[in-house]
Nanobody, 127 residues
Framework: QVQLVESGGGLVQAGGSLRLSCAAS????????MAWFRRAPGKGREFVSA????????HYADSVKGRFTISRDNAKNTVYLQMNSLNSEDTAIYSC????????????????????WGHGTQVTVSS
């Protein structure tokens, strides 16, 4: 059983940056793919970014490509999401998830394939 705890959310002005962290415990973090999803008010869950177990494969939603960077530190059992150039459309609850190995970057987008989820951290971008 994997437990995931997100941190780093908060209130930031448009154009600003935040770094989210997701600490994992209780499972095989170093062999899991990790992903970030978000849910904006009144909307469904949206894929943001994912990274494979070694960090050699990453994938981003078009809406965040070039602004967000996902990374992981297997020694610390932690995955990060660096978010730059934030805008109001990035306002959402961000949740991290752990899943199996994927054969392709595109396969990482499917939320149904992730086994474990954190409770999320709120990111609010003021304009």
């Amino acid at each position: 059983q994997v437990q995931l705890v997100e941190s780093g959310g908060g209130l930031v002005q448009a154009g600003g940056s935040l770094r989210l962290s997701c600490a994992a415990s209780g499972g095989t973090f170093s062999t899991s793919s990790m992903a970030w999803f978000r849910r904006a008010p009144g909307k469904g869950r949206e894929f943001v970014s994912a990274i494979n177990w070694s960090g050699s494969m990453t994938h981003y939603a078009d809406s965040v490509k070039g602004r967000f960077t996902i990374s992981r530190d297997n020694a610390k059992n932690t995955v990060y999401l660096q978010m730059n150039s934030l805008n109001s459309e990035d306002t959402a609850i961000y949740s991290c998830s752990a899943g199996p190995q994927f054969a392709s970057p595109q396969a990482m987008r499917a939320s149904t394939l992730y086994n474990y989820w954190g409770h999320g951290t709120q990111v609010t971008v003021s304009s």
